[in-house]
């Protein structure tokens, strides 16, 4: 990546059943990420009940170097449970 790029991508996601992606690592003085979960874009009445949308990520380029940024896809209210999902981003940025 360059410094002030940005590069977004989608997570399957079970939202449905109660998992949010949250972010467990990452270089704040390197990279910037937002978790963004999608909304439907049809009437929620429409929507079937447990249906999950796959969620956004976007990194932004802040300065040079090298970060991983790790991300967890897991139920707020469990403690001490194995994610459901790990996603590990390898990143480096130049000028």
Known sequence: MKVNETRSFELESHEGGGYHWAIVSND??????????????????????????????????????KAIVILEEKRAWE?????????????????
């Open 28 to 65: 704040e003085s390197i990279t910037e990420v937002r978790i963004k979960p999608h909304k439907p874009t049809q009437e929620p009445s429409a929507v079937p009940l447990g249906k999950s949308f796959p969620t956004l990520v976007e990194i932004k380029a802040l300065a040079e170097g």
């Open 79 to 95: 403690k001490d449970v194995t994610p459901l999902n790990t996603c590990r981003i390898f990143i480096t940025i130049n000028q």
